[in-house]
């Protein structure tokens, strides 16, 4: 399975557009590491600007935020 960590990413537009770059490349998971932004905050609101980069990718590839 291939993964993807982002590492510091501070864009949510960047955080976005990886994950669409993810989903046509077939990665599998995707690890969100320190300030990257997730598709949903820690308050369950959907990141506006995540979805709108990602064309729907945030909803379909697993991800997982860690510290």
Do not use: C
Request: hydrophobic letters at 35%.
């Amino acid at each position: 399975m291939k993964t993807v960590v982002l590492e510091n990413v501070r864009s949510a537009y960047n955080v976005g557009s990886i994950f669409r770059t993810a989903d046509a490349a077939g990665v599998g998971k995707i690890y969100l590491v320190g300030y990257t932004p997730s598709p949903v905050d820690r308050f369950g609101r959907v990141q506006p600007e995540i979805r709108k980069t990602s064309l729907g990718a945030s909803d379909v590839i697993p991800w997982e935020h860690r510290e």
